[in-house]
């Protein structure tokens, strides 16, 4: 049976993965459970604790309502891995150009967590929470990770294009490793809140992913929900890598076509196809002695 917390007490309450936190029931933003857990906004979908254009952010909260058709949060079990999308969806706006500056704190997470030992210790924990029932209660979904190892470097952060009557726009695509932690407690919260010597309190697969190794121990989904071992499809995007040579979160050249290009596996055999081709035409020439076949020449373009 699924762990369920009263509003009124969650100022004391530990997190606990799939554990659902109880809204209020002034039907008001005073409802939310979120701002009474971790103190911080009580809308949208990203919830820092501190300034994300000082980068004084102390913790993350990511809230997803896991109904957006057009913008799918995806849970893949087969990877452990969690993919997130930013706050750019709208055209006419720059990809980090948003009210609540939710792809600029993506870039700088992704930044830091590509960096060396002293940047991914700065990088600042990722509680993720679900809408859930009744109300404005929500499911905790567990501690993340900015990427990881079973993700291409061009996976673990990229813009994506989408377009809305007739005009295109990027927003960010992003993916989280689920930490294999169980609970986060109340007495490391409150130090990171305090900015107190918070490492003390960490859990062990966090400190072991910012500190120790940076490969983040992820949680068996699969395992632990019985979900099925096939991701959600997201439909009706055109990803553009962010590769390291354009530098984290650098917005890439709007494309000259919302086509998909075809693979590079189809070319080549098409490519080896035509060369076939004329090889036997050209023996079958010089069979009948009329020496090899010439290609007709062609004006220069």
């Known amino acids: 049976m699924t762990q369920r917390f009263p509003f009124e007490g969650h100022g004391a309450a530990p997190l ?6 109880e809204g209020g029931t002034a039907n008001n933003q005073g409802d ?3 701002n009474k857990l971790l103190s911080v906004g009580n809308a949208g979908g990203f919830r820092p604790l ?4 000082k980068r004084t952010v102390k913790y993350v909260v990511l809230y997803t309502s896991g109904v957006d058709p057009d913008w799918p949060d995806v849970l893949d079990p087969r990877t452990g891995g969690f993919v997130y999308h930013g706050d750019q969806k709208e055209p006419g706006r720059e990809l980090h150009d948003t009210p609540r500056r939710g792809n600029l704190l993506l870039r700088h997470l992704f930044e830091l967590a590509e960096g060396g030992p002293e940047q991914r210790a700065a990088v600042p924990p990722i509680f993720l929470f679900e809408k859930a029932a009744p109300g404005r209660s929500v499911a905790f979904r567990g501690l993340h990770a900015p990427g990881g190892p079973a993700f291409r470097p061009d996976e673990r952060l990229a813009a994506v294009w989408k377009s809305r009557d007739g005009k295109r726009f990027q927003n960010y695509r ?5 930490l294999d932690e169980a609970s986060v407690s109340r007495a490391w919260l409150d130090a990171l809140r305090s900015s107190e010597d918070a490492d003390a ?8 992913w910012s ?26 995007t055109e ?27 189809s070319r080549i055999s098409t490519i080896r196809r035509a ?7 050209a023996r079958c020439s010089w069979g009948r002695g009329r020496g090899p076949a010439r290609a007709k020449s062609r004006p220069p373009s």
Not at 211 to 236: E, M, V, Y
């Open 16 to 21: 606990i993965v799939d554990a659902v936190y």
């Open 32 to 34: 939310d459970p979120i």
């Open 50 to 53: 501190g300034s994300i254009v």
């Open 174 to 178: 992003a993916t989280f490793t689920v």
């Open 201 to 208: 309190h960490a859990p062990a697969a966090w400190r072991e």
């Open 211 to 236: 500190t120790n190794t940076g490969t983040p121990r992820r949680l068996d989904i699969a395992w632990a929900t019985g979900a099925s071992s096939q991701p959600r499809r997201i439909p009706g």
């Open 239 to 265: 990803t553009v890598p962010v590769a390291a040579s354009t530098g984290v979160g650098r917005p890439m050249p709007m494309p000259r076509s919302s086509s998909r290009p075809e693979p590079a596996r």
């Open 275 to 281: 060369a076939r081709s004329r090889l036997v035409s």
